[in-house]
């Protein structure tokens, strides 16, 4: 699929299949594509080029009411006036459905977000993830079969944010529904997506579970977006493997061990001085400068480490030392067949 602005390009050769029922991210920086794509999907907006299915049918010269699909935005406006149970019966009337059975979901989609019984409050009597979980439940309602979420969780501070994460996960579970969620956190990405799309400029980089995007990543782009990376490229990649190519390398996978000693066939390692620390309380982070050239950063957990002991390792030198199986190569290799370069 395409969708272009003009001369803008906001989406290009997307070609993006999701399973029923399963949580599915979509990732990336801002202007990568994202929004687009979810407005695509849910019929604000139309392609430039390709389609959308449902279940195998094409919807996509269908208007977003003729979609079975519902999104939640950021800006979740509920209507302040009204009641909890009108908020989120408000869809049934505008479409008639009858006042029984309109209080009937009603108070099923409120205990499907773990809110049973709040029909009579106002939106103001209820807290900032509250409110959340109400323009969730007016989705719900609905019984879409997919659920677009545009940045849900965006508005709120850390720690609620990460409660909800766990909520709303635990939610999409329960009701079975497909989730389209869509953020920019990469931690938010790993934590709740059963699989995720790594967005670059209009494009997928990679398709996958969070282990096989983290663990392996196809592009340096990916390496350098979810979670910290080293990218290890041309006479320094040559000098620690002995190959061409480039490679990534997870700082929490590489040990610090003392200089000179003995190699072991099966792990790579590197010669260095440590160039910096930062003790962050649970692990601590090194910049080593490799005598190869370059530098790596290392995160080492504090299990028997004093922060005197982290930071007298300033300026000192060391043999970085990692298995060679968490050494990625960068590029190619082993990419999901659901991304696939189509003629634009
Ligand atoms: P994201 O949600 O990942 O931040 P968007 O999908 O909103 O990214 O935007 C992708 C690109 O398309 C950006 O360059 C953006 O400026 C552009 N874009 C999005 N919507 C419009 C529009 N209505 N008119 C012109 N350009 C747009
Ligand atoms: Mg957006």
Known sequence: ??????????????DLEVGAGEFFTLLGPSGSGKTTTLRLIAGFELPTAGSVLLDGADVSRLPPYGRDVNTVFQDYALFPHMSVGDNVGYGLMVRRVPKKERAARVSEALEMVRLPGYEKRRPGQLSGGQRQRIALARALVNRPRVLLLDEPLGALDLKLREQMQIELKGIQKDVGITFLFVTHDQDE???MSDRMAVFNDGRIEQAGTPAEVYESPATAFVAGFVGTSNLITGEVARAITGADGTFTVRPEKIHLAEPGDEPDPDRYSAEGIVSEVVYLGVNTRYIVQLAAGGELVVVQQNQATSSMQALAARGRQVRLVWDRHHNRPVGGADRKNEVKEIPA
């Open 189 to 191: 990405a790993l934590t």
């Open 1 to 14: 699929m395409r969708k272009t602005y003009g001369d803008v390009v906001a989406v290009d050769r997307l």
